[in-house]
């Protein structure tokens, strides 16, 4: 893995010798992480040939032209959490944006905060909530980038109300020809970052999609993103310490409500229902696996705990109102509430029970997503079977009982997917019920032959999908040969856009869409 | 020194040309050849290049220039605009897409000639989805149409203020008019869209990607990808990237009971106040505001007289807002959020109330227009003086009151009274953003007046764009005003046009493309 010639001097000069590094014990650090097995299975991964680390849009602009000189490739990456960020070729440099952390503004009026790349939700949220604001945090957990996770998805605990994949405003992203492209009101040197769409031919539909771009087409230095109205204390109210916490949200103003439905289908019609009623600001199924993993201090206690809690916790839809106007709201919505149950045979979890006290934690992980990595401990290695293709309410329902489930029955048949939700999916409403997608989790170990039947069952998931006309889960990198003839070919667009923006291919060269089909 | 020889020119001698008749004859003949092969496609009785037909496609309220297409034709069906577009690339024939019946910016005037494509008959309502307050309908739809079926339904659509009657929604939508109700998930709604690329292919966007909708077993909602945006990629484009045959839209409850609040306030910065104030709270439903003049073009019915008589009585700014309760516990939900509304209101130091002072007549006006067309043959803007020029671009209410300022200076610069026009302010998104519009009325009959207008209208322009208006809806003389100042944008922008539209055939000039 080396440089061309002259490529990393030209780098150093720019950057900084302290900028630029290819020593093996810090670029192996760049060639792993979770679920290679679903887009590095054929090309094999890589250790970066090095890692820069830019202080600048400049800096970003400086090294995308070099690596355009000397025609190496790099990929622009975040906080490093899906595997588009691993080289998948030789001589390929991470571009990682971890001095690149400042919150440059938050307009407290207009309800926005401008961010740069390494800037995380954790990070952004508690400076938003001392200012009466604060932003739907990914449920990868609030210790990813902002930039990365909007681009990407933008998905969020509070998305039932804060909606998914809206938060883009205006934006300095750096093309694949070191050229910076101002979206949104950027476009206007007077404006300012308020207004994400373009005057002109809006090309901030190149920056969203069901995935992104994954840094295939240059990289976004600068973002604006969408603040929300928060009505809650100045400082994230936690009481405790890792792994003994509790969130102490004032209860005239947030309330959990966690209720169990005789069925699923009780469960859907009640999600309809809080829809068009207009409730609510978290709607959550939760399966059982991720509330007991959240609420385990460590993994004997999961395991302790499961077998009973696993035929107790079924069926729960976990329902956040706040009181965004004043507390009287949050008293309408719950009567609302209470006679949705009502009419749907739901059960409230009652407070002095073992079941509350083990998901109570459910309002603070929709407000700020911590326990996310608690997912990793029950088996080593975690994921969905698929899912997040997003559609209606009644569609998740469909994709999950008609062919998700079938799957991971089947993986744990072969002894590879443990433990068993027993067709409770974590299926998630967003923007008051419009959409909704839904996960079906696995935990499997992390060994080779569980990940293949992992990523075969996630594969088999997209092809389901196209075979009975249902929606698809995301489908990264190769995968989009897979889906792109079954719909509309818009693999092809795709990549007739990345060709004529990034004709060198140097920017993440597999991303969006590889130039080949896979072998 | 050389004495100049000069050119001996045979002036008498017939020059290497062909006949003038053989050239008129060529034109002819490809005229018609163009109208066999379109009549070929739609049917004789679907195409025709009458004069007089031509001539109303040609030019429209703007003070864009007129351009004729060569053709209109009214296709019977998504087939046919694939074959009319595939034959548009043989034939390197402009095609312009056209769904509403006034046309108000330019966008669909054929500045390059070409092929009208004319949609306003499709008026089918192919789906009402009460269960996911959805509906999908073709470009001919008008707003009054949809609302109608919507509400037997029990479902309303989402309403710009006082649309045309004959304003297509799949239009108002894909040009991202502001909605009145500044909920933050309605500024993209959008689900999914069927598109006759420029390629003349046939393409369908988010979940609608997988299968024709009698085929398709999802409901159609999910609006991302497949790969990009292209919703996004395409609101606003002005048909530059090719022609939308149906969009599926979000329809929201109707209400069943509600009750509308009018706010006087003395400055537009006491308007934007109470305003942000109340989208921190989340609550209500219609809500923008309008200054005098703006409101009196809209009330007054019997002329200029009475026009001038609101504006003197009318308060300087009047804020429009809507509490409604839905199915369960209406009472209560308009309770608490009046409640709420009031207590906001102390604070800010304003005074609503259920009517208008001195106006008597607003509050029933709004009570019945909120959801409906405008329903009078003048169109409320050119009520004052027969014909009115729009400003109007996004910003933030905070800046509001500087571009008026601006553009009051403009108007006595040009010697047009300031106080004659029309303001309104539509918050977007719980007020994180706001719409600005400016109606300038003018006397179409009046040459000298319309010049002066339009010398009023390109100046305001440019002076709003310095105070950091975004022209999102860059029509005519705005694509080049934005174009000019944003190069990259504007060279990514052609990148994109030649991948999806090589032979630029889709509305060509559009956008500065």
Redesign the interface.
């Known amino acids: 893995m080396s440089l061309p010639p002259g490529a990393y001097e030209a780098l150093e000069n720019a950057l900084g010798a302290e900028n630029v590094c290819d020593d093996p014990a810090v670029t192996s650090g760049y060639s792993y992480m979770w679920l290679l097995y679903s887009t590095h299975a054929q090309s094999g991964r890589y250790r970066p040939a090095a890692v820069v680390l830019p202080g600048s849009t400049k800096d970003v602009q400086t090294i995308v032209k070099i690596a355009n000189r000397y025609k190496f490739s790099y990929i622009p990456v975040g906080t490093n959490l899906l595997p588009p960020t691993i080289p998948a070729r030789p001589d390929t440099i991470i571009i990682d944006p971890k001095r690149m952390d400042k919150i440059l503004q938050i307009d407290t009026q207009n309800m926005y905060a401008v961010v740069e790349p390494y800037v995380t939700y954790a990070q952004l949220q508690a400076e938003a909530m001392k200012v009466g604001l604060t932003i739907t945090v990914a449920e990868a957990g609030a210790q990813v980038s902002v930039v990365a996770n909007n681009m990407f998805q933008g998905m969020g605990g509070t998305g039932h109300k804060f909606g998914y994949n809206r938060g883009i405003l205006g934006c300095d992203w750096v093309l694949p020809n070191g050229e910076i492209l101002y979206i949104g009101s950027r476009g206007n040197p007077h404006a300012g970052w308020f207004w994400g769409d373009c005057a002109g031919l809006n090309l901030k539909g190149l920056l969203r999609a069901d995935s992104g771009h994954c840094g295939g087409l240059g990289m976004v230095t600068t973002m604006a993103v969408k603040l929300f109205p928060y009505p809650g204390p100045k400082t994230f109210p936690v009481k405790g310490a890792n792994p003994d916490f509790k969130v102490d949200f004032p209860k005239d103003l947030f309330r959990l409500n966690l209720i169990k439905f005789p069925d699923r289908k009780k469960l859907i019609e009640a999600m309809y229902e809080i829809g068009h009623a207009e409730i609510a600001a978290a709607v959550h199924e939760e399966p059982a696996s991720m509330v007991l993993s959240g609420a385990s201090p460590s993994v004997e206690y999961f395991w302790e705990k499961w077998p009973e809690f696993m035929k107790q916790w079924r069926n729960v839809l976990s329902v956040t109102l706040i009181g965004f106007s004043s507390p009287r709201q949050v008293v309408y919505e719950q009567k609302v509430l209470d006679q949705i149950v009502e009419e749907l045979g739901g059960q409230y979890i009652r407070e002095d029970s073992e079941l509350w006290r083990i998901g109570e934690d459910n309002i603070g992980e929709q407000i700020r997503t911590g326990l996310s990595n608690r997912l990793f401990r029950v088996a080593g290695d975690f994921f969905v079977i698929g899912g997040f293709g997003f559609d209606s309410i009644d569609q998740s329902y469909k994709m999950s009982e008609e062919y998700m489930w079938p799957l991971i029955e089947e993986g744990q048949r072969k002894g590879h997917f443990i433990p068993d939700d027993t067709h409770n999916d974590w299926l998630n409403s967003y923007q008051l019920g419009h959409f909704s997608e839904t996960e079906p989790l696995i935990f499997f170990e992390h060994d080779l032959d569980a990940g293949a039947t992992f990523i075969t069952s996630y594969m088999k998931t997209i092809q389901e999908a196209l075979k009975r006309k249902m929606c698809t889960t995301w489908p990264l990198g190769p995968m989009n040969y897979i889906a792109g003839p079954h719909m509309c070919n818009y693999h092809e667009l795709v990549l007739n856009i990345k060709r004529k923006l990034d004709p060198r291919l140097t920017s993440n060269p597999d991303y969006p869409v590889p130039q080949q089909p896979p072998g | 020194m050389t004495e100049k020889v000069l050119a001996k020119v045979d002036y008498l001698k017939p020059l290497p040309d062909m006949p003038y008749d053989v050239v008129m004859a060529g034109r002819r003949e490809y005229h018609e050849r163009v109208r066999t092969s379109l009549a070929d496609i739609v049917g004789n009785d679907r195409i025709t290049d009458d004069q007089q037909v031509l001539e109303r496609y040609s030019h429209d309220k703007s003070f864009e220039p007129a351009g004729r297409p060569s053709f209109v034709v009214y296709p019977e069906n998504v087939e046919q605009i694939c074959r009319i577009v595939k034959k548009a690339n043989e034939l390197l024939l402009p095609v312009v897409p056209a769904s509403s019946g006034t046309h108000c910016y330019g966008a669909a005037i054929p500045r390059m000639g070409g092929v009208v494509i004319d949609l306003s008959a499709w008026k089918t309502i192919y789906k009402i989805d009460h269960?996911?307050?959805a509906t999908r309908i073709q470009p001919g739809v008008t707003y009054d149409e949809l609302q109608r079926a919507l509400e037997s339904h029990g479902l309303r659509a989402l309403f710009p203020l006082l649309p045309r009657k004959d304003q297509s929604v799949v239009t108002s939508h894909l040009e991202?008019q502001p909605k009145l109700i500044p909920e933050?998930?309605y500024?993209?709604p959008i689900y999914t869209a069927e598109i006759v690329l420029p390629s003349g292919?046939?393409?369908?966007t988010g979940?609608a990607?997988?299968?024709p909708p009698e085929?398709?077993?999802?409901?159609?909602?999910?609006?991302?990808?497949?790969?990009?945006?292209?919703?996004?990629?395409?609101?606003?484009?002005q048909g530059?990237?090719g022609i939308v045959t149906w969009l599926n839209i979000?329809a929201e409850?109707l209400p069943t009971r509600e009750k509308l609040f009018f706010t006087p306030c003395n400055s537009i910065d006491q308007a934007a106040h109470f305003t942000?104030r109340l989208?921190?709270?989340?609550?209500g439903y219609e809500c923008f505001t309008l200054n005098r003049a703006a409101l009196a073009m809209m009330l007054a019915e019997h002329g200029p007289d009475e026009y001038r008589t609101i504006k003197e009585n009318a308060p300087a700014y009047l804020q429009i807002f809507c509490i409604a309760g839905?199915?369960?516990?209406p009472d209560?939900?308009i309770a608490?959020?009046e409640?709420?509304f009031f207590?906001t209101a102390r604070e800010c130091n304003v005074s609503p109330s259920v009517q208008v002072p001195h106006i008597p007549r607003a509050a029933s006006f709004f009570a019945t227009h909120l959801r409906q067309c405008w329903d009078r043959d003048v169109y409320w803007k050119d009520m004052y003086k027969g014909a009115s020029a729009e400003i109007f671009f996004?910003?933030?209410?905070?800046r509001a009151a500087a571009h008026i300022a601006a553009l009051q200076q403009e108007a006595i610069r040009f010697g047009y009274d300031p106080s004659d026009i029309g303001v309104y302010l539509q918050p977007i998104?719980?007020?994180?953003?706001a719409h600005l519009e400016f109606i300038i009325p003018y006397d179409p009959g009046n040459a000298y007046e319309v010049r002066r207008v339009k010398d009023l209208w390109i100046n305001a322009s440019e002076a709003m764009?310095?105070?950091?208006?975004?022209?999102?809806r860059?029509y005519g003389y705005?694509?080049d005003m934005?174009?000019r100042?944003?190069a990259?944008?504007?060279a990514?922008?052609r990148?994109?046009?030649?991948?999806?539209d090589p032979n630029n055939i889709m509305n060509p000039g559009k956008?500065?493309?």
Do not use: H
Request: hydrophobic share 40%; glycine share 8%.
């Open positions: 269960r996911n307050r991202a933050f998930n500024s993209e292919d046939l393409f369908r979940t990607a997988v299968a085929a398709n077993k999802t409901d159609l909602i999910g609006p991302w990808g497949p790969g990009f945006d292209w919703n996004r990629l395409y609101t606003r484009a530059t990237l979000m409850p942000y989208g921190k709270k989340w609550i839905l199915k369960r516990f209560e939900r608490y959020q409640a709420d207590e996004i910003t933030t209410m905070d998104e719980n007020g994180r953003a764009y310095r105070l950091g208006a975004v022209f999102t860059a705005w694509a934005v174009n100042c944003n990259v944008q504007y990514t922008a990148q994109i046009k030649e991948i999806l956008l500065g493309l």
